[in-house]
T-cell receptor
């Protein structure tokens, strides 16, 4: 399988559940990203990992816990979520490092549609 | 800090008609500019980008966008749309920082609906 894959594609969970979202990239990239896409709102960057190290955390509530065990895999662990956390969660990856010709392109997965009841 | 405003949340248009999707941005530093497209049940795909040089950039499927520095705009246009262009389109900027990864700031998106 090529590109960026995300599992599951759909998830329904209660506010007391614990679940995890998985992202896998087969592109040899070293940077991985989690975004939240809510209706009528801009995509929100949540976390960035560069060479397995977290380099961005945009004031994300602690009920979202990312994990990057290697450059190909990224997880988002969820616990005690709120209904307002219902959204499409997108994972992306890109190469990294100095580039003179402009920024690296991010490649996106299809997303996990999360519904919190 | 950067922000992106997409002025239209929805744009309905008939097939073979021209279309323009508007995007304005604000930034205290120089930025790169992007348009991404999201087809139903798919992730975002890069449509085109402006890095430097000619202010008019084109994609392989007939879209073009023009960077206007004085108006801080990067509007997307297509002279004749197809049903298959129905999708959500996102404008994004990235600060021209050196090294590392690419930090994208997105607009809220414009849903393009092409009708027969």
């Amino acid at each position: 399988e090529t590109g960026v894959t995300q599992t599951p594609r759909h998830l329904v969970m209660g506010m007391t559940n614990k679940k995890s979202l998985k992202c896998e990239q087969h592109l040899g990239h070293n940077a991985m990203y989690w975004y939240k896409q809510s209706a009528k709102k801009p995509l929100e960057l949540m976390f960035v990992y560069n060479f397995k190290e977290q380099t961005e955390n945009n004031s994300v509530p602690s009920r979202f816990s990312p994990e990057c065990p290697n450059s190909s895999h990224l997880f988002l662990h969820l616990h005690t979520l709120q209904p307002e956390d219902s959204a499409l969660y997108l994972c992306a990856s890109s190469p990294t490092g100095m580039v003179l010709a402009g920024p690296w392109t991010q490649y996106f997965g299809p997303g996990t549609r999360l519904t919190v009841l | 800090a950067q922000s992106v405003t997409q002025l239209d949340s929805q744009v309905p248009v008939f097939e073979e008609a021209p279309v323009e999707l508007r995007c304005n941005y604000s930034s205290s530093v120089s930025v790169y500019l992007f348009w991404y497209v999201q087809y139903p049940n798919q992730g975002l795909q890069l449509l085109l980008k402006y890095l430097s040089g000619s202010t008019l950039v084109e994609s392989i499927n007939g879209f073009e966008a023009e960077f206007n520095k004085s108006q801080t705009s990067f509007h997307l246009r297509k002279p004749s749309v197809h049903i298959s262009d129905t999708a959500e389109y996102f404008c994004a900027v990235s600060p021209r920082v050196s090294g590392g990864y690419n930090k994208l700031i997105f607009g809220a998106g414009t849903r393009l609906a092409v009708h027969p």
